[in-house]
């Protein structure tokens, strides 16, 4: 029998207060997002970017191949972080689409800059290194799958503040996860360098990657 998610009274109360919860996750992260803007990207048409860079925690997740890697020691160039769960009825899709036709289109370009999909699962319970391997193998191959202990998880979304709340299971044991849709820009360096909040736009995104990352005339 597999365990109840929310068995954890600590995430009996998330769910418990969800709308809330949430809301005021949102909030706080928009208020930090406002105070650690940097001043220094004028052209950056979708981009909040950090004035100073966010390390990743010193936490070690695990990938779809059941790898344990630690945040710290990745080495994959720039890349773009997205978290979600692959029980995700329309954001989660939608979104790591969007990323895969961006990551083409850039590989396409004269300067053939790739940009690294990461998605992260917010939802260990259900979504095993197997599962997040068939879910991301669908949009992308290349793409990195993590996932790992509530704890590890929770360090790094607390980390880069992103909110989430489990919803607690209905008398078929499924579920719903609330989470951000923002994408998270992060360097070679493993720092979190700049945040695209949704809706997204393929072309802004385009744009700002181009230029974040160096690819840009004008940068």
């Known amino acids: 029998m597999s365990k109840n998610p929310l068995s954890n009274p600590v995430l009996l109360l998330a769910s ?33 970017v950090l004035s100073e860079p966010r390390p990743l ?20 160039g720039w890349s773009l972080w997205f978290f979600g769960f692959t029980h995700c009825p329309d954001i ?15 590989a396409n370009d ?9 998605f ?26 993590l996932t790992g202990s509530r704890e590890a998880i929770d360090a790094l ?5 992103l909110p989430y709340v489990i919803h607690a299971p209905d008398e078929h044991g499924d579920y719903n996860v609330e989470h951000s849709g923002a994408l998270v820009l992060v360097g070679p360096d493993n720092t979190a360098r700049a945040y695209f909040t949704a809706p997204h736009k393929r072309a802004d995104l385009i744009h700002d990657l181009r230029l974040l990352t160096g690819d840009s005339p004008d940068a």
Do not use: H
Not at 57 to 76: F, H, I, Y
Not at 99 to 106: N, T, V
Not at 127 to 136: G, N, Q, S, V
């Open 16 to 48: 418990t207060l969800a709308g809330g919860a949430l809301f005021l996750g949102i909030w706080s992260w928009q208020q930090w997002l406002q105070n650690t803007q940097g001043r220094s990207q004028p052209q950056a048409l979708a981009a909040t």
């Open 92 to 106: 989660c899709p939608n979104t790591l689409g969007l990323l895969a036709a961006i990551k083409q289109s850039m």
């Open 157 to 161: 979304t607390s980390s880069l503040y």
């Open 120 to 145: 992260v699962s917010v939802d260990p319970q259900r979504d095993t290194p197997e599962k997040l391997r068939a879910y991301i193998d669908y949009f992308d191959k290349e793409s990195v799958g």
């Open 57 to 76: 925690p010193d936490v070690s997740l695990v990938d779809q191949d059941g790898n344990t890697r630690a945040l710290r020691q990745l080495e994959m």
């Open 110 to 118: 004269a300067a053939g800059r790739k940009i690294q999909t990461v």
